[in-house]
């Protein structure tokens, strides 16, 4: 069973400050997805990837598939950045599973 | 397209009633997955279909639990009889090719059993 270990758990940041986020694992993988879920509850898919490093807009994810380990980065946070970030991993053709989630507060 | 549609958003039943929760998948998306979020136990899967065949009901707690998919663009979970551990918010998402692809997520909806 693969374990998906996030941390921080909790992270509360200034407005522009640069933030990251960590997802560790137990298992080699074929892809990993970082998701962002809102207050409201909504869950928005941000990055799959399954090597190297992807870049949209102010957000970066990178993977390091022999460490079994990737990164979140948010460059100049901003309040409505203000989410919980979490990261799944998927193994051979299964279903995801997810990390516990890092809640995350930018104050302005 | 207007993306994963499900429902209801929320919904309140009694322990021992019948519930269906709905989804509609993005329009062209072979594969479609059922999750469930609670406090205690975060996101879980509880089953995926490929080409409307379902592949993985491992998750599924209980026999309570049936999902069903008898078309490309459309899903039901059904929970019979609810009960009020079965409380959280059940997510549908969808996507080109199982989870190697960009996953699309539903609204949710959100279960209370009293």
């Known amino acids: 069973k693969n374990e998906v270990e996030q941390s921080p758990q909790n992270l509360t940041a200034q407005e522009g400050e640069f933030i990251t986020i960590n997802c560790s694992y137990s298992?080699?993988?074929?892809?990993l997805h970082w998701l962002q879920q809102h207050p409201g509850g909504g869950i928005v898919s941000l990055f799959m990837l399954s090597s190297g490093k992807k870049k949209h807009g102010r957000l970066i994810a990178t993977i390091n598939i022999q460490e079994k380990h990737s990164s979140l980065h948010i460059t100049a946070s901003h309040p409505r950045d203000s989410a919980v970030y979490i990261c799944?991993?998927?193994?051979?053709?299964?279903?995801?599973?997810f990390g516990k989630g890092t809640h995350l507060i930018i104050q302005p | 397209d207007a993306g994963v549609i499900q429902s209801p958003r929320h919904e309140v039943t009694e322990m021992g009633q019948e519930v269906t929760l709905r989804c509609k998948p993005i329009s062209g998306h072979n594969s479609l997955f059922w999750y469930r979020q609670t406090m205690m136990r975060g996101l879980e899967l509880l089953i995926y279909?490929?080409?409307?065949?379902?592949?993985?009901d491992s998750g599924m707690p209980e026999d309570r639990f049936s999902a069903k998919m008898p078309n490309a663009s459309f899903s039901t979970l059904k929970i019979q009889p609810s009960e009020p551990r079965d409380s959280a918010v059940y997510f549908c998402?969808?996507?080109?090719?199982?989870?190697?692809?960009?996953?699309?997520f539903g609204q949710g909806t959100r279960l209370t059993v009293v």
């Open positions: 799944a991993v998927l193994v051979g053709a299964d279903g995801l599973t």
């Open positions: 298992v080699g993988i074929s892809a």
């Open positions: 998402a969808s996507s080109l090719v199982l989870m190697n692809t960009e996953a699309f």
């Open positions: 279909f490929n080409n409307n065949v379902p592949i993985d």
